[in-house]
């Protein structure tokens, strides 16, 4: 009995860790191959996109809801210096700038009904300033959420969302959007 | 070389009960209940009021990320689930339901219907779900169905859905439902109608 000592517990070891490191990696496995998947069905890095109304047809993440309009920006901020511009143009109704970390936190979400707002995003580890959030991840997603829940609502919704802006900036210069 | 071999079947083992157990633990093993999770419920719609913060457990942070990615935190929006109608059921195509509520805490709300991968059925009928714009104010009532009932003002369509469940969200929640859910938010009531052959 005694010789089967350490290979048992070597076995809890081995059980323990490989569960801490599961949940550890999960979410962020699971939100980089959802980044994957958005960025191949075409939402752009560091530019807003729309994609078409949620529908059956058209769905790309779990759960979204048919009576929201979404706008996507992915971004990557693993070079130091640089820093997101985001606008989010004027909407009547609901609307909502939502921030997510590579680990699925939604580490921000800013409300403004009826009105335009602006924010810089600043990379993980940045000093927080005024207008400013700092990312807890160098990667990650910006979502805007605005209530349509009728074909004519979302029409709309588009066309104020050809205010929004998701721009990379370097140094005080503004870069061109990325190629993919 | 026994030696070795038993310790490497040791790790083989301790490393496959290490996953297993951290994937069934989140709900991420295929066949998973959607609905065992959760710290909140609400007269069997049940929510984690964790999601999308930074105060999220690991099996909550990995359940998130399976079954309701890119969700916000419960300062902004909080998403409750339900699988089962009034008599304990599962959710069926193959039956029909009166889904029924009133004015909700929160300044906008929806109930949408979802399959069990968790996403919308795939059918064309334009019905999935019901919000606070097309219910109006007071009390207000929807047939959930694989067909459009007759006479009915508002339809949620299951065609195609096999067993489902239906989440249903509150933007902009008053504080009071984070506070105390239990007694601040009165949930839809899902009432079983009719059930036909079908899965």
Request: overall charge neutral; some cysteine.
């Amino acid at each position: 009995m005694k010789r089967w000592l350490g290979p048992i517990l070597v076995a809890v070891l081995c059980a323990a860790g490989m569960h801490m490191a599961a949940l550890h990696f999960a979410p962020t496995v699971i939100m980089g191959q959802a980044m994957s998947t958005l960025a191949q069905r075409g939402v752009a890095l560091h530019r807003f996109t729309n994609p078409e109304r949620v529908t059956p047809q058209t769905q790309q993440v779990v759960r979204s809801s048919p009576d929201l309009y979404y706008a996507l920006c992915r971004y990557d901020l693993s070079n130091p210096g640089m820093q997101l511009l985001v606008e989010m143009g004027d909407w009547p109704d609901y609307q909502s700038l939502s921030f997510f970390a590579a680990q699925t936190d939604n580490f921000a979400t800013l409300r403004s009904t009826g009105e335009a707002a602006a924010v810089r995003l600043l990379p993980p580890g940045s000093p927080a300033g005024e207008g400013a959030i700092v990312s807890p991840s160098a990667k990650g997603i910006i979502l805007i959420r605005r209530l349509a829940p009728s074909a004519e609502r979302y029409a709309a919704a588009a066309a104020a969302g050809k205010a929004d802006r998701c721009r990379l900036v370097w140094k005080d210069r503004i870069a061109a959007p990325a190629q993919e | 070389m026994r030696r070795f071999l038993a310790y490497l079947l040791a790790v083989v083992i301790g490393g496959a009960i290490g996953l297993g157990s951290a994937l069934w633990m989140a709900g991420l093993l295929p066949g998973a209940n959607t609905m065992a999770f959760g710290n909140v419920d609400v007269r069997g719609w049940r929510s984690d009021f964790a999601i999308g913060s930074e105060a999220a457990d690991p099996y909550t942070r990995a359940r998130v990320a399976r079954y309701g990615l890119l969700a916000l935190a419960k300062s902004e929006a909080v998403y409750f689930t339900r699988a089962t109608d009034e008599d304990g059921a599962p959710l069926r195509e193959a039956c029909t339901y009166r889904l029924s509520g009133g004015a909700m805490p929160a300044g906008w709300w929806s109930v949408t219907l979802y399959d069990a991968a968790s996403m919308l059925p795939a059918n064309s009928d334009g019905a999935l779900s019901i919000d606070a714009s097309r219910a109006g104010a007071g009390a207000w009532e929807a047939v959930i169905a694989a067909q459009r009932p007759e006479g009915a003002d508002h339809w949620i369509s299951s065609r195609n859905a096999a067993t489902f469940d239906l989440t249903l969200r509150l933007y902009m929640p008053e504080p009071a439902v984070i506070e105390t859910p239990t007694t601040a938010l009165v949930p839809p009531r899902i009432e079983r109608l009719t059930c036909g052959d079908a899965p």
